[in-house]
């Protein structure tokens, strides 16, 4: 995963508008005509020769990541309780919630520079100017949204609320830097959060016995630090400084279609979440301190996914639109299959291995977590497929579809399963709600495979 160039063009050079076969029926219908699909040399192409290798490159990262996160989570169990754990799990979800939704800036400049004549560097401060301002007026609304319904003081809302623009920052700059297939450097800067967020936890919550506000702290320190760090080591796609314009065309463009991709991942992000707050009305925190272990334990085998999808998401967008849908096909295939061998694992090992890591209390994590497993294996290869709807094809809107349907069926089931059967209703309603948007990803993806994509409205 160490390509560190964008194809043969030099860093912030403009793209040749036959560089890539062009995204199609896009969230702006002006985004340019369609390319001749067999107009590009597989040399133009970041990371197309490099996918095998910059899989196992992500995967590597993630082998050592998740065993960092497995820990944050064997430490908040043992010094935050479930209550505690809890709490933690709120706070941080009102800021992820508009980070996924802000977050896709990086990526919408990826699809720009696939599309058209573009330069990276103008693109990108656009981007980082448009994730600042944006974040910068979503704060208030966490910190009184987590205080007055998430039912967590003000005061740990409010420190959640300030690791938004940073957040915001890594995120849009790793996304620039995995259109470009520089896929190293996007690992360390993915690697930063976690590990920071151990250290600053260990410090605050172990040694300084700071609870819940010195491990909300902690997170968000890391997100400062990666920000810092991931400003610097990939200032060669933002430099030199410049106050962007952002009500020109490429502005609006970028905040259009970042924004479609990022309700996509709002509504991913509520459909896997929906039910932690129906179980805070039915069972109270310490439920959903339980139930969020059955839940980390479980998406965690997403990781595998996410690396497949990482390693293609440059040759998918650059590459012609036949040699695209194979490789979409192939890496889907593959995401499905690795990850059901996890969970088979998973399946054997989580009755004995939750209550040794966690303790006592945390027993009851091991059902939920057996019983989301069909449902994440199913999933698993969506996040390969939303590389072509919403970046290849720049349909994010189908991608919306896809997670509005989930997280609607798994609404409606939660309401109806968790009053009688807790946590284990919780994720029969998650299981149930990723299986439906699996199907419907797959049909959208065999539909626009069909057909050429300038015959898609």
């Given at each position: 995963m160490a390509s560190q160039g964008y194809g043969s063009h030099p860093r912030g050079a403009p793209v040749p508008a036959t560089a890539a076969q062009p995204v199609a029926g896009s969230a702006a219908d002006d985004l340019g005509p369609p390319l001749e699909p067999n107009s590009v040399g597989r040399r133009d192409v970041p990371g197309a020769k490099d996918v095998g290798r910059n899989t196992l490159e992500i995967l590597l990262f993630r082998g050592l990541s998740t065993p960092l996160a497995l820990g944050l989570v064997v430490l908040q169990g043992r010094f935050l309780e479930p209550s505690g754990r809890g709490a933690y799990v709120v706070a941080v979800l009102g800021v992820t919630i508009f980070s996924r939704l802000l977050g896709q800036l990086g990526v919408a400049v990826t699809n720009r520079l696939g599309e058209e004549r573009a330069q990276l560097q103008p693109l990108t401060r656009r981007a980082l100017a448009l994730g600042v301002l944006a974040g910068a007026a979503a704060i208030p609304l966490i910190a009184f949204g987590g205080s007055s319904i998430g039912g967590i003081d003000f005061d740990i809302a409010l420190i959640a609320a300030l690791a938004l623009v940073p957040n915001v920052l890594w995120?849009?700059?790793?996304?620039?830097?995995?259109?470009?297939?520089?896929?190293?450097?996007?690992?360390?800067?993915?690697?930063?959060?976690?590990?920071?967020?151990?250290?600053g936890m260990l410090v605050l919550v172990v040694w300084l016995d700071a609870g819940v506000r010195g491990a909300v702290g902690a997170w968000a320190l890391a997100n400062v630090a990666t920000a810092v760090f991931a400003l610097v080591v990939a200032r060669d796609v933002w430099l030199p400084p410049d106050v962007p314009p952002l009500v020109d065309r490429p502005a609006r463009l970028l905040a259009r279609l970042a924004l479609a991709m990022g309700a996509v991942h709002v509504i991913n992000l509520l459909s896997y979440r929906i039910e932690l707050f129906i179980l805070d009305r039915y069972e109270g925190l310490a439920e959903i301190g339980i139930y969020s272990i059955a839940m980390q334990a479980a998406e965690a085998m997403w990781l595998i996914a996410a690396a497949v999808a990482g390693a293609i998401t440059a040759p998918a967008v650059h590459e012609s639109e036949d040699a695209a849908v194979r490789l979409i096909t192939r890496a889907a295939g593959r995401a499905l299959l690795f990850t059901a061998a996890v969970a088979g694992v998973v399946a054997l090992g989580a009755p004995f291995a939750i209550p040794l890591a966690l303790g006592e209390a945390f027993d009851d994590a091991a059902r939920p977590l057996l019983l989301l497993l069909p449902g994440i294996v199913l999933y698993a290869p969506v996040s390969v497929l939303v590389v072509y709807l919403s970046v290849r094809r720049g349909r994010p809107r189908l991608?919306?579809?896809?997670?509005?349907?989930?997280?609607?069926?798994?609404?409606?089931?939660?309401?109806?399963?968790?009053?009688?059967?807790?946590?284990?209703?919780?994720?029969?309603?998650?299981?149930?709600?990723?299986?439906?948007?699996?199907?419907?990803?797959?049909?959208?993806?065999?539909?626009?495979?069909?057909?050429?994509?300038?015959?898609?409205?």
């Open positions: 995120q849009t700059t790793s996304g620039v830097l995995l259109g470009l297939a520089r896929i190293r450097l996007w690992n360390y800067v993915q690697l930063g959060s976690p590990v920071l967020t151990l250290v991608s919306v579809g896809v997670a509005a349907a989930g997280g609607l069926l798994t609404l409606a089931l939660a309401f109806a399963l968790i009053p009688r059967y807790g946590t284990e209703g919780a994720a029969l309603a998650s299981t149930a709600g990723y299986v439906a948007a699996a199907g419907l990803a797959w049909a959208l993806f065999l539909r626009l495979a069909r057909k050429p994509p300038h015959t898609i409205g």
